[in-house]
């Protein structure tokens, strides 16, 4: 299920690195749950409609993000938190929750990204940040999907995925977050599978770090 979250921005500047702070809001939200520090059955997209000026990132109107997760009890939690406590940082503050319902993505395959896709990985003790035009990067993409699913007890051997690099607009990112720089994926992917295990992934997200905004998909 997906919460579209819109807010009023007062017209405020933002830190260029939020990441940090966005991700703060959502374990406000959360409150406390065994996802935090563990693998994430969430994910978030990006902060929408700002404009980039010296001092930051600023909104001119207001702005939005998503909320997904592969679980409705979360769902609700995060309903209920951000109900109690709308106030988020920089003066921006939730105005409307909007629930969106599970679609059907028999049909789909392509799926854009929402939020920069971060694949990580520890080779002899150094940790490679693995982008999409690695030769490695989609089994690694594949291989930390079907942890997630294997977490939500969801079996399909038909599943694959893998990135489509063909994408004109493919790209990297640089994500500093609570001050580590971190290179992620810009690139949508090719989902092959069931509708369930499509829809899981709508949900959860692709890659490491959903739960600290990577890796949502439109």
Request: net charge positive; proline share 2%; charged share 20%.
């Amino acid at each position: 299920m997906r919460l579209h979250i819109k807010i009023k921005t007062e017209k405020s500047t933002i830190p260029f690195d939020h990441q940090a702070l966005l991700t703060g809001c959502i374990h406000k939200w959360l409150g406390w749950n065994n996802e935090h520090g563990e693998i994430s059955l969430y994910s978030f997209s990006r902060l929408e409609g700002a404009k980039a000026v010296k001092a930051g990132l600023k909104f001119e109107n207001d702005s939005s993000f998503f909320f997904s997760s592969h679980s409705d009890e979360l769902i609700k939690r995060m309903i209920t938190g951000i109900q109690s406590s709308p106030t988020m940082f920089n003066h921006l503050q939730v105005s409307e929750i909007i629930i969106q319902q599970n679609p059907d993505l028999s049909d789909r395959t392509l799926f854009y990204v929402a939020s920069p896709v971060f694949i990580k990985r520890q080779f002899k003790g150094n940790v490679e940040h693995i982008l999409y035009t690695d030769s490695r990067a989609n089994s690694f993409l594949k291989e930390t999907m079907e942890t997630k699913m294997q977490i939500a007890g969801i079996k399909d051997e038909t599943f694959n995925i893998r990135f489509e690099s063909s994408y004109a607009k493919a790209g990297t990112k640089k994500v500093t977050y609570n001050g580590i720089e971190n290179r992620a994926s810009w690139c949508p992917a090719i989902i092959e599978g069931n509708a369930e295990t499509k829809l899981f992934a709508w949900n959860v997200g692709l890659g490491n770090s959903t739960g600290i905004g990577f890796g949502a998909i439109k």
